[in-house]
């Protein structure tokens, strides 16, 4: 897909589904696993409470524990998307926590048997820009070489002043150094981002589009801040320090980044949810695919699609 040359017109976005139905000829879904790990932002080694949103009960799966041995994991994950989406094959995620953070040779452990299912075509790995050691990215190369492998990168905001304030405890620079250590290996790299900060303006989230664009990141997840029971942002949020921002907000600003963001960067989320228990606020009460096509509905009412402000940029030169 070059600059200049719209996406779909039903579509609109790089969709993350469409492009591993395109590179793999058959549909692949993710299935969720808990490799066990702990966080350096939580262990004291970068600090401590960890981020001020961050409860992981939030987005992992019931049937991901660390007890229940990583295989196990998988073949309840693979049957549920089975049954429900008819996919033929998987990527397995470690999703929770920081899943590079640990001794090389348990990551060995763990990725190899999760690529070992034939059913597997790769790994992603969710982590941190301080938590990647040269052994880690190594092991992760290697792997590369006969297996799909995506690096996603939590980054979450490119302004230092509001890492700082969401006790996120990693720089911008630190991201960017990481991005340059696993760029050229054979890797995928995702980007994590999350919208509506405390102190956060559009147009201070909006540079992050123009950032992804410099650099060798293959695609992005994306979604609205939101609060959750046992969390410090919970507490702000009823004590009035932060207020969530309203679906509307969210959708044109998730469309204007979609705009300046390059059709060449796949979409793999627009969109956070949290079970209804430990829910605190915004309550939008959307699934994930309502979510996705109010987005797209919103840049088929503008007339517009992924990149296109880039694309206008090109013919304007």
């Known amino acids: 897909m070059t600059v200049g ?36 932002n939580r262990d ?48 397995v995620y470690f999703q929770k926590y920081t899943n590079t953070y640990g001794p090389v040779e348990k990551l060995a452990d763990l990725y190899r048997r999760a690529l070992a299912h034939p059913d597997v075509l790769g790994i992603s790995v969710g982590t941190r820009p301080d938590s990647l050691s040269p052994a ?10 006969e297996h799909y492998v995506c690096v996603e990168l939590g980054l979450q905001s490119m302004d230092d002043a509001i890492l700082t304030r969401i006790n996120r405890g990693h720089t911008l620079a630190e991201y960017l150094d990481a991005v340059e250590r696993l760029s050229g290996r054979g890797l995928e790299i995702c980007t994590h981002l ?9 147009n201070g989230f909006l540079k992050t589009a123009r950032l992804i664009a410099s650099l060798p990141v293959n695609s992005v997840k994306l979604h609205q801040l939101h609060a959750v029971e046992n969390t410090r942002l919970a507490d702000m949020y009823r004590d009035g320090s932060w207020q969530p921002i309203g679906i ?40 994930n695919n309502q979510m996705w096509y109010a987005v797209i509905n919103e840049l088929r009412r503008r007339g517009s699609w992924q990149g296109c402000r880039l694309a206008s940029e090109v013919r304007a030169a």
Request: with cysteine.
């Open 44 to 91: 004291g080694s970068r600090g401590t409470g960890g981020c001020i949103y961050c409860d992981n009960s939030s987005f992992s799966p019931k049937e991901t524990q660390a007890l229940i041995p990583v295989e196990e994991q998988m073949a309840a994950g693979m049957a549920y998307h089975r049954e429900r989406l008819s996919s033929d094959k998987f990527i």
């Open 248 to 287: 509307d907000e969210y959708v044109a600003t998730a469309c204007d980044f979609l705009e300046e963001l390059p059709a060449r960067v796949t979409v793999q989320r627009l969109y956070g949810s949290a079970p209804l228990a430990i829910r605190v606020a915004p309550n939008w009460n959307l699934k």
């Open 5 to 40: 040359e719209p996406i779909h017109s039903q579509l609109r976005i790089n969709s993350y589904g469409s492009y591993l139905r395109r590179r793999f000829g058959c549909r692949v879904s993710k299935v969720n696993v808990d490799g066990g790990f702990t966080c350096p």
């Open 136 to 145: 880690a990215i190594d092991l992760l190369t290697d792997l590369a070489r």
């Open 194 to 202: 999350i919208y509506g900060f405390p102190g956060e303006t559009r």
